[in-house]
């Protein structure tokens, strides 16, 4: 938990996957999210949980469904979303909020 309290109050962005390995949503998020760290590239860092290993930090942000992404900087919440999200709206959201 403090490892993961670190990481999100870094000066840089911070997008979290919330999955799990038996849902199919989620492994379609796997391909987005390389070609959305490919595109960022030092912009953000983007860090997948599992939610079945780490039930403490999925009911800590009230994780009911996955997949879950949400975006922090400097320990702040700035967006969430559940579902699958394309990958332009993704990068756009890294570039409003970098």
Request: glycine share 6%; hydrophobic share 40%; charged share 25%.
């Amino acid at each position: 938990m403090s490892k993961f309290l670190e990481l999100i109050h870094k000066d840089r962005l911070v997008l979290i996957d919330f999955y799990a390995t038996w849902c199919g949503p989620c492994k379609m998020m796997n391909p987005i999210l390389k070609e959305v760290k490919d595109n960022v590239g030092e912009q953000a860092t983007i860090i997948k949980i599992d939610v079945d290993k780490n039930q403490y930090l999925a009911n800590q942000y009230k994780i009911k469904g996955v997949p879950t992404l949400l975006l922090f900087k400097k320990g702040e919440l700035l967006w969430r979303q559940s579902g699958v999200v394309q990958k332009q709206q993704l990068i756009d959201l890294i570039q409003t909020y970098k």
